[in-house]
């Protein structure tokens, strides 16, 4: 799976992220997690980031006569892509994606469109030493991880309406300017 296709696939990317904590799962799980998603999809995006290295298959088993495998993220997949390669694909998709919003939206004048959709855009410039930053970013893991659990529970609730929503936060040195 190329970078291309692994920013723009909301899907892979939320298998990708499954692994964010550091563990092994099985396909079941991961498709149990992501219970929006049809799970012969979920399989066919596993096996395809299994031939394409971005997953491991750790160990297999058999489990009442089918076959269960232990799966793990190859942290090396994304260490042979510079930083430049990972954000300009990055960047791309978040391009094409708003791209998209706005083409679905010809009335982007009316802010109303913002306010129903939840749109938002945001920069937040601050004056913090490295201690600070790390802080920061400790706090926005554990803001992430408590809305990554809502959002799962969300999804399992009846008679809310939820939808996918993508929030995407980049810190960048201010040095530059």
């Not at 749109?119 to 802080?135: G, I, Q, R, W």
Request: proline content about 3%; overall charge negative; charged content about 30%.
């Amino acid at each position: 799976m190329d970078l291309a296709k692994l920013f723009s696939n909301p899907t892979a990317w939320r298998i990708l992220m499954s692994f964010d904590d550091d563990l092994e799962h099985t396909t079941k799980e991961i498709a149990e997690h992501l219970s929006d998603v049809p799970a012969p999809t979920i399989y066919r995006y596993i096996n395809n980031m299994i031939e394409n290295g971005l997953l491991l298959v750790k160990e297999e088993r058999k489990v009442r006569g089918s076959r269960e495998r232990i799966l793990i993220c190859n942290s090396d997949w994304c260490r042979k892509y510079s930083v430049a390669e990972l954000s300009s694909h990055y960047f791309m998709d978040l391009i094409k994606r708003f791209n998209r919003y706005v083409q679905t939206h010809p009335n982007m004048d009316n802010h109303e469109v913002y306010k129903e959709d939840r749109l938002f855009l945001s920069k937040l410039v601050l004056y913090l030493d490295d201690d600070e930053m790390d802080a920061l970013v400790d706090d926005y893991n554990n803001f992430a991880q408590k809305y990554a659990k809502i959002s799962q529970e969300s999804k399992l609730k009846n008679g809310k309406k939820s939808k996918l929503r993508i929030i995407n936060v980049i810190s960048s040195p201010g040095e530059f300017e």
